[in-house]
């Protein structure tokens, strides 16, 4: 029987393509929504609500360079701040909540959050379009 062999690259390959390219896709439909409950839950909150752009950066541009290879682990650190924030800002009644079906509530928010740390912990691995 012929073993696989080890490729850790390969791996940190495939779960920054799955962490940036799903959180690519959930900033794409807040961005067609204009923000708009961004910024109520920043006003809620009392922060400014020009502070919902920056969900922008951490959903659509940083998840960009991450899935590029490019200043990944900046990248990582501004997609961990930014749900760090939608978690307090937005979920934080549901941080010790089940949700209906027995899933954590947070799931996907956390998902996304402790992807984005283990993404700046590996870097980019070998594999990258773009250059360090």
Same mark, same amino acid.
């Given at each position: ?23 690519? #896709?959930? =900033? ?11 910024? !109520?839950?920043? !006003?809620? !909150?009392? #922060? ?20 590029? =290879?490019?200043?990944?682990? *900046? ?8 749900? +760090?924030?939608? *978690? ?17 509530? *947070?799931?996907?928010?956390? +998902?996304? #959050?402790? =992807?984005?740390?283990?993404? +700046?912990?590996?870097?980019? =691995? ?7």
């Amino acid at each position: 029987m012929k073993t696989i062999k080890q490729n850790t690259d390969l791996g940190i390959l495939i779960f920054r393509i799955l962490v940036a390219g799903l959180l690519i #896709l959930h =900033g794409i439909g807040n961005l067609t929504n204009g923000y708009v409950f961004i910024k !109520s839950m920043m !006003s809620k !909150s009392g #922060l400014p609500e020009f502070m919902a752009y920056g969900a922008f950066i951490g959903e659509i541009i940083a998840p960009i360079f991450i899935l590029l =290879g490019y200043r990944v682990r *900046i990248s990582a650190l501004f997609v961990a701040l930014t749900m +760090f924030i939608a *978690i307090l800002t937005t979920h934080a009644g549901e941080i010790f909540s089940l949700n209906q079906f027995g899933g954590w509530a *947070i799931e996907l928010q956390a +998902f996304y #959050l402790f =992807g984005a740390i283990a993404i +700046f912990y590996t870097d980019s =691995g070998r594999y990258t379009i773009l250059t360090k």
